[in-house]
């Protein structure tokens, strides 16, 4: 019988969203392939398995792709059902905590970080960013605006603190899941980067006490692989998506469809190729690569774009 191919995790070390992928494969005890990117672009074997999509982390399968942490939980979910994300289920709730961890909480943690690191920045790090946003990566802005991040990312622990207090030791119960996963990319962040990171926890001994908790996680069992050997990987693989079409798709998209799909905040990229499979919240696009053969990149439905192409 052929073996399956292994789980890939493209990623670098200081990357945040990462983290919650590395501590997912730690909950369930995954084996994994470590292919460690470049902090900034160019990454020239990774650009042809996604099509463009340039954010951190994507997870490989063999020739199947999977961008943005929202979409690699799922599909580790549906892979390795044990233990699982929701021990004290939550379910719709841990997904939708993406768009609070990921978005309004991060961004705060990002401007807090990036703020007090200041100049210790290296400029092809601000250039690099800038392009990925389209916009001003303005350290100084960040630097004066951080009393203003410390009140908010107060709030934020706040509310984590909250949840400790009325739940014990993890967010839902007493087991770890999604929703702590989320929330903990914040905490680590700023443990990682901030030597104040004791003062802004100061006040909060329950987030401080699942911190630890958190950390013991641990990151599974995790083999290095190179950025070339994953690109060979895509390329002798096959695809291992089945077509699946979504009769309630509310635009009436059908699989074969020409689309581009686009994250709608920052790296706005977009990445073309014809449907696969889709539902409310994945969507999966066939496209062909003369590095990476035929594969299917698979994004999640909230917080991107999916829109018709001209063949
Ligand atoms: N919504 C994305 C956000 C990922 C994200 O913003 N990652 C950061 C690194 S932690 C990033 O992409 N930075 C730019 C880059 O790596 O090119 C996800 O959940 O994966």
């Known amino acids: 019988m052929p073996q399956s191919p292994p789980v890939i995790l493209h990623h670098f070390e200081q990357s945040p969203f990462s983290e919650k992928i590395r501590l997912t494969f730690g909950l369930k005890?995954?084996?994994?392939?470590?292919?460690?990117?470049?902090?900034?672009?160019?990454?020239?074997?990774l650009m042809p398995l996604t099509g463009g999509y340039r954010r951190t982390p994507v997870m490989q399968i063999g020739a199947d792709i999977y961008c943005d942490t929202q979409c690699i939980m799922r599909e580790l979910e549906l892979r390795f059902a044990e233990p699982s994300l929701f021990p004290e289920r939550n379910r719709g709730i841990g997904w939708a905590s993406a768009?609070?961890?990921?978005?309004?909480?991060?961004?705060?943690?990002?401007?807090?970080?990036?703020?007090?690191?200041?100049?210790?920045?290296?400029?092809?790090?601000?250039?690099?960013?800038?392009?990925?946003?389209?916009?001003?990566?303005?350290?100084?802005?960040?630097?004066a605006a951080i009393p203003q991040m410390r009140d908010q990312y107060r709030a934020h622990?706040?509310?984590?603190?909250?949840?400790?207090?009325?739940?014990?030791?993890?967010?839902?119960?007493?087991?770890?899941?999604?929703?702590?996963?989320?929330?903990?990319?914040?905490?680590?962040?700023?443990r990682s980067n901030l030597q104040v990171a004791d003062q802004?926890?100061?006040?909060?001994?329950?987030?401080r006490d699942w911190e630890q908790r958190m950390r013991a996680i641990g990151h599974g069992k995790r083999v290095?692989?190179?950025?070339?050997?994953?690109?060979?990987?895509?390329?002798?693989?096959?695809?291992?998506?089945?077509?699946?079409?979504?009769?309630?798709?509310?635009?009436?998209?059908?699989?074969?469809?020409?689309v581009d799909v686009t994250p709608d905040d920052y790296g706005k990229i977009p990445v073309r190729g014809r449907i696969v499979?889709?539902?409310?919240?994945?969507?999966?696009?066939?496209?062909?690569?003369?590095?990476?053969?035929d594969v299917v990149v698979?994004?999640?439905?909230?917080?991107?774009l999916v829109t018709p192409a001209a063949a």
């Open 29 to 45: 005890q995954i084996a994994w392939r470590s292919s460690l990117i470049s902090r900034i672009m160019p990454r020239p074997d």
């Open 99 to 143: 768009m609070w961890t990921d978005r309004s909480f991060f961004q705060n943690t990002v401007n807090l970080v990036f703020g007090s690191l200041g100049d210790a920045v290296p400029q092809s790090f601000v250039e690099d960013r800038e392009r990925l946003r389209g916009a001003k990566f303005d350290v100084a802005a960040m630097k």
């Open 277 to 293: 499979a889709s539902s409310a919240q994945t969507i999966a696009i066939a496209r062909h690569d003369a590095a990476a053969g």
């Open 157 to 190: 622990l706040d509310w984590i603190e909250s949840q400790l207090a009325d739940q014990g030791t993890f967010l839902c119960g007493e087991r770890c899941g999604l929703l702590d996963i989320n929330a903990y990319m914040n905490v680590w962040y700023v």
């Open 298 to 304: 698979h994004f999640p439905r909230a917080g991107f």
């Open 224 to 258: 290095d692989i190179s950025t070339a050997d994953a690109l060979v990987i895509a390329r002798d693989s096959t695809p291992q998506t089945a077509d699946m079409s979504d009769p309630l798709d509310p635009n009436g998209r059908k699989v074969g469809d020409l």
């Open 200 to 207: 802004l926890l100061k006040g909060f001994s329950r987030v």
